[in-house]
């Protein structure tokens, strides 16, 4: 075996990022990834809907009108023979295309069905269109403060729903697949972007479970002058996180302020919180005394947590990922090739890989329904009547 889902074949009806990142996912270990795409669709349609980078390597391309009785039963045949449909559609799309579970198990008992909504299946809200934004505020994310004197709270850079619910439906699929045998069956999962971010919400509401009321702002444990981000000299910008004293004290000594070790503002955690707007004024001033390189190399030795707050270049060419394997190319058709983050864990015996970049559109139609049982002639008359 080579990878770890080497002989699981997936289908992919995902046209957004939503899914797209599962599925690219379980294509990185070894699963058969097929998308279903829309024929004739433009390379700026499948950029918008990142079939292209950086979640189409790993996969193959059918395409299907699936308002065609004759691609339904193509679509029907690949299903039989799969193991696992990955979906992004709300429940009545699915139910209006017919590919939502109960039409599929029907013709797959074993199928694992997963769909990804920001709502889940039932609720007031399952028919509610999503983004991350709003699952965001929903799940009571953007309440949660980073900073003492933020109150309006940013909206993040990065997708964090959308990615968090993909990252759960990969673990829920692989329990799938596992208890699958036992059971006798496969079965539906029902991934809401809303309730995992609940989930990880509630990892900051210690105090509301116990006590049945919100922290106030300076109970926020998780913030600090000392787990911040500063400016530095040069205009870039470094972070610390400095939660234990013994890195508070390596901190300290390391750029030559051992007198705040003294200083009975900031001798314990809850001093330095309690003296926050001192506190952050000194190492405000302290870090733009140098650059963002000299802090790096002051700090590297000191045993504190720091980094420096990189640029997505300068990410992609950080030594560390680079020595560790997670920057790696693919070919990228009509352009060569182009750079791809790895599947960042590890496995000492069946390493997950990127095999090849995206397909092109409707690239393996031929490969795929010739493993179905069609012919060569019942292929070219799909394309020629716009089935495929």
């Known amino acids: 075996m080579n990878a770890p889902l080497e002989g699981v074949r997936v289908i992919d009806l995902c046209t957004r990022l939503n899914g797209s990142y599962c599925t690219m996912l379980l294509g990185d270990l070894g699963a058969e990834v097929i998308k279903v795409e829309r024929p004739g669709m433009t390379a700026a349609a499948r950029q918008e809907g990142v079939i292209l980078p950086p979640t189409g390597r790993n996969k193959k391309s059918l395409t299907l009108n699936l308002k065609s009785k004759e691609a339904k039963k193509i679509f029907s045949r690949l299903v039989e023979k799969s193991d696992v449909v990955v979906s992004a559609y709300l429940p009545e799309i699915a139910q209006k295309l017919q590919v939502d579970y109960s039409n599929l198990n029907n ?25 991350d934004v709003d699952c965001l505020g929903v799940s009571g994310v953007l309440s949660i403060p980073g900073d003492y004197h933020t109150h309006l709270q940013p909206r993040p850079g990065l997708p964090i729903g959308t990615l968090s619910a993909n990252v759960f439906a990969v673990t829920s699929i692989l329990a799938a697949l596992l208890v699958r045998p036992k059971l006798g069956r496969g079965q539906f999962i029902d991934v809401s972007a809303a309730e995992t971010l609940l ?49 508070w004290e390596n901190f300290c000594e390391a750029c030559g302020r051992v007198d705040l070790l003294e200083d009975e503002r900031f001798t314990t955690a809850s001093a330095r919180n309690m003296n926050y707007q001192d506190l952050c004024e000194i190492l405000k001033e302290l870090f733009l005394t140098k650059t963002r390189d000299e802090w790096t190399k002051i700090m590297e030795n000191a045993r504190i947590c ?33 750079k791809q ?17 995206p397909p092109a559109l409707g690239e393996n139609n031929k490969e795929i329904l010739t493993q179905l049982g069609y012919t060569i002639e019942e292929v070219k008359s799909y394309v020629e009547r716009g089935v495929i």
């Not at 013709?107 to 983004?131: A, F, V, W």
């Not at 911040?228 to 972070?239: A, L, N, P, S």
């Not at 992609?316 to 009509?334: A, K, L, Q, S, Y």
């Open 107 to 131: 013709i797959n008992k074993n199928i694992i069905y997963c769909s990804i909504t920001g709502y889940g299946q039932d609720g007031p809200y399952k028919d509610r269109p999503s983004h």
């Open 199 to 247: 989930s990880f919400a509630s990892v900051r509401a210690g105090k509301l479970m116990i006590e049945g009321a919100m922290p106030e702002r300076n109970e926020w444990l998780h913030i600090s002058p000392t787990t911040g981000v500063y400016e530095t000299k040069d205009g870039k910008q470094f972070i610390i996180g400095l939660v234990e004293e013994t890195l």
């Open 306 to 338: 720091f980094s420096p707050v990189n640029d997505l270049e300068e990410a992609f060419m950080d030594r560390h990922f680079n020595n560790r394997g997670m920057v790696g190319e693919v070919d990228f058709p009509g352009i060569g090739k182009i």
């Open 341 to 357: 983050i790895t599947f960042p864990v590890k496995f000492s015996e069946t390493p997950a890989q990127i095999k090849h970049g």
